[in-house]
């Protein structure tokens, strides 16, 4: 497990269990959702995106990409959201969300994995294609903190796609990324023909994992018609009261 050394050293006097994040962000709701399915009690930092609430030096020295989520366990600092939905599973072990045979446990993993690999070129992509682009525009005061304090390449490549008058997304970026996309879903369409879950027979970290990946896509309209039992999977999971609250709810939240 990689935790980061923070910076910003009042994190590190926190105890119990605090999380970053953003009420859209899929990446925040996973987390979100399984604290709720452990029943964890933890603390709520809003990091209000549209705001420019990350790209600060108080929240850089948190997560030194500046996105969201990052929890903070009793001073300790985990900021990829994956590698979050692990470490909670390891170290809250009474409901585990990996009760799969051990030949499966690198199913799980597997899926984290794309998960992550996924969501820039992907998901974000996407989204900022589709909804974020025009909205997440920064002035030119806020371009240049950003530069600043941004010290991925990856992410200041991406950002620079669209924070430069007449830059934008275009069509074909959206079409590689609605393809990659396309080739994962129907990886999980061919699964869930025959099985209920993505891994084994029971609800695992890999669907934790992905079906708020759902909700974020379907509200930039994306076209699940090509894969039904997918609709039918994330159907059923958002369903469960822990989705409802950790999810759903947020999404619903206006913050001014």
């Known amino acids: 497990m990689v935790f980061v050394n923070p910076t910003n050293q009042a994190v590190m006097k926190f105890e119990g269990l605090h999380l970053y994040h953003a009420h859209i962000s899929n990446c925040s709701a996973r987390v979100r959702l399984l604290l709720e399915e452990k029943n964890l009690p933890w603390e709520s930092h809003h990091i209000y995106l549209a ?7 108080e929240y850089f020295g948190i997560n030194p990409k500046g ?4 929890l903070v366990h009793d001073g300790k600092v985990i900021t990829e959201s994956n590698d979050i939905l692990a470490y909670l599973d390891e170290v809250f072990p009474d409901t585990s969300f990996r009760q799969v045979a051990d030949e499966k446990q690198s199913e799980i993993d597997n899926w984290l994995k794309i998960s992550g ?27 240049a903190l950003y530069r600043q304090l941004q010290k991925d390449p ?15 997304f275009t069509a074909e970026d959206a079409a590689t990324a609605t393809n990659l996309m396309d080739n994962i879903f129907a990886e999980m369409e061919g699964i869930l023909a025959a ?4 891994v084994g027979d029971t609800y695992t970290l890999a669907d934790i994992s992905w079906s708020p990946t759902i909700t974020t896509l379907m ?15 994330y159907d059923q999971i958002s369903q ?17």
């Open 67 to 70: 996105v969201v989520p990052a």
């Open 117 to 143: 690999e996924a969501h820039m070129p992907g998901i974000k992509t996407i989204q900022y294609y589709k909804r974020n682009a025009t909205a997440m525009k920064k002035t030119d005061e806020e371009v």
């Open 51 to 57: 705001k420019r609430e990350n790209v600060t030096e």
């Open 219 to 233: 509200s930039g309209d994306y076209d699940f018609t090509a894969f039904p039992n997918l609709m039918a999977w």
């Open 154 to 168: 990856a992410y200041l490549e991406f950002h620079g796609k669209h924070d430069l008058p007449g830059q934008s």
């Open 240 to 256: 469960r009261p822990s989705f409802q609250k950790s999810v759903l709810e947020w999404r619903k939240k206006t913050f001014d």
């Open 195 to 198: 099985d209920q879950w993505l």
